[in-house]
Structure formats: C-alpha cells, structure tokens
C-alpha cells in the first residue's frame, strides 16, 4: 500500500534554531500537507502543496512539494517553545483518503 | 475554519462493554467523515471511511463487526467500539470533508480510549 517515509523520527534542538524533516513515498500524492498535533489533540495543518516544485511559507514554516511528487520537506526558522509537538506529512491520495507519514517529534529546549 | 467535535474526549471502560464516540461537523456538512487510530508515539492510521446515508468502508485489517460506524446525519458521524478489550484503548480521531467538494479534511480533537 501506500506509505510516506518521515525523518527525522524525534529532534531535540534549542530554542532558536533552525529544524528540517522531509517526508518520501514511493507514490505519487497529487496533493502534500503538513499538520502539527500536540498531545491530547487531533492535528491541525499547517500547510499544504499542490503543484509539483512549489515552495510555500506560512509565518516561520517554509515547505516545497519535490518535482517528482514523491517528497517534500518542512522548515522551521527559530523555533520557540511552542513549537513543540509531532509533525505528520500526509499525502492525499486520488480515493480522497490522506495517508500519514509516521511523524517527527520536536523537542524545544528554552 | 470549519469545525469538528467529537465527544468524548476521554472515556475508561471495562472489557466487555461497548462505547460509542461521536463525531459532528459543527458549521458545515459532512457528506464523508473519516475515523482514525492513533496507538501512542505512533501515526495515524486510517480504519474507515463513513458516507452518510449509506455502509462505511473499512480499511484491510479492520474488522467492521467490532468498529461499528453510523453516518446517519450530514453532520454526525458515530463509531461504537464493541465488546472492547484493553488492547482496543487508543486515541480515535475522526475528520471531516465539506460537503461542497473542497478537498480539506478538518480533524475533530480526539477522544482517548481506556479499556480496563
């Protein structure tokens, strides 16, 4: 079936810095997103890709949809506390079912 | 944005019993819900589809008898765990499409599963 492939798995940065994790599928998705879920609560997007090669900011978040629709990569610029929480890519699929990666959980040091 | 709810948020049982979540769209139809698993430090794993007005789809692996699902509302969607056993405790959280053809799932917040 279809899965997307999420790395890091855990990330413990300091306050301040910059964070990367990407997200590979060995499918097509013609449509990518990126949700953060905090404990105890469902997950809520951040952002979402459509077109193949497309880079799209949201405030501190920074994601690009890869040329060949099969991955994708999530920036965060000087991350801050709240930040904190596990970040899901998920691929929409044609049958309209989102298929999740396996999340990246970011730790924030103060 | 469109909001979803489920209720409850939290609930304990006893193994054996049976307990029903909801799911509701709050400012918008919900033709098609979605309910999801989420085992601890885990992703969230799709177990059925839930068309209103008509049978649920359910994913490979999922057993239908056990994961009851009723979509009798555009904007209610309802899962019964029955006869559940401790290893059905999980966090279920279900989502939402708008009804008019938008392709944005909007998430309920959770409700968390314990089965003694």
């Known amino acids: 079936g279809q899965q997307l492939n999420q790395s890091p798995q855990s990330m413990f940065i300091q306050e301040g810095e910059d964070v990367s994790m990407n997200c590979t599928s060995s499918?097509?998705?013609?449509?990518w997103l990126w949700y953060k879920q905090d404990p105890g609560e469902g997950p809520v997007l951040l952002i979402a890709?459509?077109?193949?090669?497309e880079l799209t900011s949201n405030g501190r978040l920074t994601a690009q949809f890869g040329i060949t629709r099969k991955d994708s990569f999530l920036n965060i610029s000087a991350s801050i506390p709240s930040d904190v929480g596990i970040y899901f890519c998920?691929?929409?699929?044609?049958?309209?079912?989102?298929?999740f990666g396996q999340g990246t959980e970011l730790s924030v040091k103060p | 944005g469109a909001v979803v709810s489920q209720h409850p948020s939290w609930v304990i049982c006893k193994s054996g019993t049976s307990v029903k979540i909801e799911c509701r769209s709050l400012?918008?139809?919900?033709?098609?819900m979605f309910w999801y698993r989420q085992f601890p430090k885990q992703s969230l794993m799709l177990m059925a589809t839930?068309?209103?007005?008509?049978?649920?789809?359910?994913e490979q692996g999922v057993e239908k008898d056990k994961f009851l699902i009723n979509h009798a509302s555009l904007t209610l969607s309802t899962l019964t765990v029955t006869s559940a056993h401790p290893e059905d405790s999980s966090f279920y959280i279900c989502?939402?499409?708008?009804?008019?053809?938008?392709?944005?799932?909007?998430f309920g917040e959770g409700s968390r599963l314990t089965v003694l």
């Open positions: 989502s939402a499409r708008d009804g008019q053809g938008a392709w944005e799932l909007f």
């Open positions: 499918s097509i998705f013609n449509t």
């Open positions: 890709l459509y077109k193949a090669g």
């Open positions: 998920a691929g929409l699929n044609q049958g309209g079912k989102l298929i």
């Open positions: 400012d918008f139809q919900a033709t098609t």
């Open positions: 839930s068309n209103e007005g008509s049978k649920a789809t359910y």
